[in-house]
């Protein structure tokens, strides 16, 4: 479904990724682990198109998507839920997860999914008159997702939805992306967390400074002593 | 309306005279303030040429008319009908234009520093005065009025047909904007764009369209103030704009620049403020009131009235 190939790119002159090669297949849940700095979040910014490629090429279902801009990325079926929740602020729940669902003309499915937000993520529902901006911070995790849902994306990249968040919603957050998962959509998991993330995953890429070091299924992932070590807590 | 014209009436009546000619200019300022604060409010910029897209729009309300060879008040469907081509010129015309000063000057300096959109914006004001002024000549046109001269009276107070109709249309396009920005589509993509214009790009919101198309309406109240001012004023000239557009730029800080409402109460109460100026001061001095007021709130209240940039409250 989507296929990385040798992608460099950076901010300004310094490459933050260096030739980092990698593929989802549709149904899978993959996840990209690394330390802090090691290019994970900017490889999920370089599908979305929101970090331009040096060299290399990614592409959507065999079609180059590299170049095209977020706007035309998100019209593709990528929905990206940001690094730090993202959430419009100053406007309600409820506007925030409606202009998820932008690029939508079907107002029955919208419905539909905004019900099945409300599923997952009932404390929303309650909310959603409320300013984004009110929400805490596990409250907004809820919305970025929610939101990154409203789309209807074939392929969800998700950046660190269980960061700062209390372990009770962490759990929910990972409850939800099962769900998400059974649902059909394929799912790209940036964690920091490896143990639930691996647990969740089928496969996953270990992300060190801006290239891949390792790449297997994510129960041989756990196995490994590398990974333990570095990852796992020993 | 200065002091001599006024010397016969009651000072009840006399102040409710310049409230009503205040109330008119500063609901002709609130349309234009709209687009600055519009602007602002989405991507921080102040659009120096939107008073020279003001005067556009006074132009193009006034090729209409000459085109339709109007020279007097009109009346029934006649009146709709130039009413009609002159609105859909004047906002069509600065829609587009605004729509391409956003495309040709600002966005490929969206990156810029700020300073530098800040120069474009005063070039795009010389380029639009002196095309204005090479198209209809320097001197002062008439602006044929074709509204009908109605005028009521009460105990010296007068109120015309024109101004009721400036305030009705100002009302109702207030409105009109409120709603679209509150509950559309296209208004919660403007408020998120506002906010976070890389986040709404992963949504699939198609920011530099929502800024241009930020741009277009913006210039299409300033167009329809333009052509309320021509009729308000019977001649129309190319630096209009200028002095305008500063008015409304001083109304919109005085509301609260990026707050749509405080841009209408900003205009209303600098046009009154100017009204009482120039009734019980001098009318000569009623520039300087505006600018007084600028300076002030800039000094002593930056927020403007309504409070904190609240860019993209509705």
Avoid at chain 1, 150 to 169: C, F, Q, V, Y
Avoid at chain 2, 76 to 100: E, P
């Amino acid at each position: 479904m989507l296929r990385l190939d040798n992608v460099t790119a950076g901010y300004g002159t310094t490459a933050c990724l260096k030739g980092v090669t990698l593929f989802v297949q549709a149904g899978e849940i993959v996840t990209l682990l690394g330390a802090n700095g090691a290019g994970k979040s900017t490889t999920l910014l370089a599908i979305s198109g929101l970090v331009r490629l040096s060299r290399g090429a990614i592409a959507l279902n065999g079609a180059r998507i590299d170049g095209l801009p977020p706007e035309a990325i998100a019209g593709r079926g990528v929905g990206h839920v940001p690094e730090g929740r993202r959430v419009f602020p100053r406007l309600t729940v409820l506007e925030n997860l409606q202009l998820g669902a932008y690029l939508r003309g079907d107002q029955a499915g919208v419905a539909h999914d905004l019900a099945w937000v409300f599923e997952l993520f009932p404390l929303l529902r309650d909310r959603r008159r409320q300013l984004a901006g009110t929400l805490s911070g596990g409250e907004q995790q809820m919305l970025a997702m929610g939101r990154g849902l409203m789309g209807r994306p074939a392929l969800l990249l998700l950046d660190e939805p269980s960061l700062g968040l209390a372990p009770k919603l962490v759990q929910v957050v990972f409850d939800v992306i099962r769900r998400i998962h059974q649902a059909g959509t394929t799912v790209l998991l940036v964690e920091q967390n490896a143990r639930l993330a691996l647990a969740i995953a089928h496969r996953g890429y270990i992300l060190e400074a801006g290239a891949i070091a390792l790449a297997d299924t994510a129960p041989a992932l756990a196995d490994n002593p590398r990974v333990k070590a570095a990852y796992l807590g020993g | 309306m200065g002091l001599t014209s006024s010397i016969l009436m009651s000072p009840f009546h006399l102040l409710l005279q310049q409230l009503a000619n205040g109330f008119t200019i500063g609901a002709i300022y609130a349309l234009i303030a709209l687009g600055y604060t519009m602007v602002y409010g989405v991507i921080q910029l102040i659009n120096f040429a939107h008073g020279e897209v003001f005067m556009v729009g006074a132009y193009l309300a006034l090729t209409a008319l000459l085109i339709l060879g109007v020279a007097q008040p009109l009346t029934g469907v006649a009146l709709a009908g130039v009413l009609t081509a002159c609105v859909a010129l004047a906002v069509g015309g600065c829609g587009m234009l605004g729509w391409g000063i956003e495309r040709l000057a600002y966005r490929p300096l969206r990156r810029a520093p700020r300073l530098t959109a800040l120069i474009t914006a005063i070039g795009v004001s010389f380029f639009l005065q002196n095309a204005v002024m090479l198209l209809y000549g320097a001197t002062d046109r008439r602006f044929p009025a074709f509204i009908p001269a109605r005028r009521w009276e009460w105990g010296g107070t007068s109120l015309t047909l024109l101004q009721v109709v400036i305030w009705l249309t100002s009302g109702v396009l207030m409105v009109a904007l409120q709603m679209l920005v509150t509950s559309t589509k296209l208004g919660k993509a403007m408020r998120a764009t506002a906010q976070d214009p890389n986040a709404c790009r992963l949504l699939g919101i198609p920011v530099d369209r929502i800024i241009a198309l930020t741009f277009a309406l913006g210039s299409g109240f300033a167009a329809v103030g333009g052509m309320l001012f021509g009729l308000y004023y019977n001649t129309v000239n190319f630096h209009d704009g200028y002095l305008t557009g500063l008015k409304a730029f001083t109304a919109a800080v005085l509301g609260g620049i990026g707050n749509i409402p405080g841009a209408m109460v900003g205009g209303l109460v600098l046009g009154i403020l100017e009204g009482l100026g120039a009734g019980y001061l001098s009318s000569q001095w009623k520039n300087v009131f505006a600018f007084v007021v600028l300076v002030g709130l800039l000094v002593f209240k930056p927020t403007g009235l309504l409070g904190e940039r609240v860019a993209d409250r509705a």
